[in-house]
């Protein structure tokens, strides 16, 4: 029996997952998240920082999914080495899962320029990302979000929903 593992429970890999359950009921499939949480939709991270939305409503599988589907999920234990020669997968918490095919869904990290003050920044990222600013955010006067991406725009409008004055910093290039 093909043993697929995906690293990476977000967007990506929860949505491949169940493509390719849909697709070949026979297949082993053990998904790895590095977070303790069930897959939510990070786009819609500004509604919940700005209060229209709560937690379980960005979420994409149910809990139930996984043991219907007959997928195994894996959260909170984070794939820390690939070994390519044996070819495993090895958990931050020394669990050892085989693989015949190897998918990485990791996403991407926030970045956090090395400029003073930074020691106080929240990244803007994750679920727990999000109640960390929500809580920073209820004994603030006004707020400061540096990137004018995707997702420091999203940040500033979810803040400023919350009612607090935001000033948004972005780089402009030519």
Known sequence: MMRLV???NGMAGSRLVSEVRDRDPHIKITVFGAESRQPYNRVL????LAGSSRPEQ???IDSTWYGAHRVEAAFGDAVAHIDR???HVVTEGGRREPYDLLVLATGSDAIVPPIPGVERAIPFR??????RIIE????ARNAVVVGGGLLGIEAARGLAGR???VTLLARVTN
């Open 6 to 8: 995906v690293v990476g």
């Open 45 to 48: 991270l500004s509604n919940v």
């Open 58 to 60: 960005v979420r994409l």
């Open 85 to 87: 020669e044996t070819r």
């Open 126 to 131: 994750t679920l727990d990302d999000c109640e």
């Open 136 to 139: 920073a955010a209820q004994q």
């Open 163 to 165: 009612g607090l004055p």
